[in-house]
Antibody, heavy 114, light 111 residues
Framework: EVQLVESGGGLVQPGGSLTLSCVASGFTFRSYWMHWVRQVPGKGLVWVSR????????TYADSVKGRFTISRDNAKNTLYLQMDSLRIEDTSVYYCTRGLGAFWGRGTLVTVSS | DVVMTQSPLSLPVTLGQPASISCKSSQSLVHSDGNTYLNWFQQRPGQSPRRLFYEISNRDSGVPDRISASGSGTDFTLKIGRVEADDVGVYYC?????????FGQGTKLEI
């Protein structure tokens, strides 16, 4: 059974940093592109970033470019999202997904507030 | 960015009756590899999104036959043959042909 478990969310002040993790199981992690998608509670979905299977190709939404870094450790079956210079508008539930949304984790809530 | 426009945004339905959601993209979703990357997702209250269909009409595991998807180019449709209580939630179309990938605004289906 495919499982994706996010962690690392929490309350952070504007300008602060946070690193999210997503531990994958039930499939060959190193073979798949992985992605982060976010959702303001009660609102729509926004694709944030993507990363190819070996970690050599990254892409970001304009709203996070230069502030967020996606990475992976295929030996640990783990996807990361390093978030720096956080803004109030980054407050969202962050989901990791495999491929184009084939599987989703339960998400982790990031709240940016003073 | 590719704009995905769904209609209606609110869909009140009666149990056992059909329902249909339209999704239109601002440009063709045919990728250079020849595939059309249009997916449909369901998000039940309090849950993560769940993919229902990929590449227009390929049904994901566990999706009942009474739910179907179709379309081409820039016009796509999700149809529910007979609505059941389990179908309540928000439905999103999403394009994966052009970065940044984008979602429609969501259609809230309620009984």
């Amino acid at each position: 059974e495919v499982q994706l478990v996010e962690s690392g969310g929490g309350l952070v002040q504007p300008g602060g940093s946070l690193t999210l993790s997503c531990v994958a199981s039930g499939f060959t992690f190193r073979s798949y592109w992985m992605h982060w998608v976010r959702q303001v509670p009660g609102k729509g979905l926004v694709w944030v970033s993507r990363l190819n299977s070996d970690g050599s190709l990254t892409t970001y939404a304009d709203s996070v470019k230069g502030r967020f870094t996606i990475s992976r450790d295929n030996a640990k079956n783990t996807l990361y999202l390093q978030m720096d210079s956080l803004r109030i508008e980054d407050t969202s539930v962050y989901y990791c997904t495999r491929g184009l949304g084939a599987f989703w984790g339960r998400g982790t809530l990031v709240t940016v507030s003073s | 960015d590719v704009v995905m426009t769904q209609s209606p945004l609110s869909l009140p339905v009666t149990l056992g009756q059909p329902a249909s959601i339209s999704c239109k993209s601002s440009q063709s979703l045919v990728h250079s590899d020849g595939n059309t990357y249009l997916n449909w997702f369901q998000q039940r209250p309090g849950q993560s999104p769940r993919r229902l269909f990929y590449e227009i009409s390929n049904r994901d595991s566990g999706v009942p036959d009474r739910i179907s998807a179709s379309g081409s180019g820039t016009d796509f449709t999700l149809k529910i043959g007979r609505v059941e209580a389990d179908d309540v939630g928000v439905y999103y179309c999403m394009q994966g042909a052009h970065w940044p990938y984008t979602f429609g605004q969501g259609t809230k289906l309620e009984i």
